[in-house]
């Protein structure tokens, strides 16, 4: 089992910053790949940004393109979502979640049931 928690949950001006973070425990951190989604009000839960296991491979949904930053810190057992630009769409519950990188190829990973751990989220609100 791995267990996620998310921090860094906020209320921010559009145009302004934030950081989530996501702390593993559990198992080798090292051995998943890491994703973060987010559900806003009455929507469904969206794929937002993805980082391979080395943390050598990143990819974004095209709304959060150039704004947003995933990076890990494997000898921390951490993954990190910063936000930068952020606009009142970008309001959701933020979740971290990992799959085992041996199950990871360059397509599937905005898939959220490919994810084989959640973390409960962490609420972002972006004021207009």
């Known amino acids: 089992q791995v267990q996620l928690i998310e921090s860094g949950e906020g209320l921010v001006q559009a145009g302004g910053s934030l950081r989530l973070s996501c702390a593993a425990s559990g198992r080798t951190f090292s051995n998943y790949a890491m994703g973060w989604f987010r559900q806003a009000p009455g929507k469904e839960r969206e794929f937002v940004a993805f980082?391979?296991?080395?943390?050598?491979?990143?990819y974004y949904t095209n709304s959060v393109k150039g704004r947003f930053t995933i990076s890990r810190d494997n000898a921390k057992d951490t993954v990190y979502l910063q936000m930068s630009s952020l606009k009142p769409e970008d309001t959701a519950i933020y979740y971290c979640?990992?799959?085992?990188?041996?199950?990871?190829?360059?397509?599937?990973?905005?898939?959220?049931?490919?994810?084989?751990?959640w973390g409960k989220g962490t609420q972002v609100t972006v004021s207009s």
């Open positions: 979640a990992a799959v085992n990188r041996w199950k990871t190829t360059a397509t599937n990973y905005m898939n959220e049931f490919l994810y084989d751990y």
């Open positions: 980082v391979s296991w080395s943390g050598g491979s990143t």
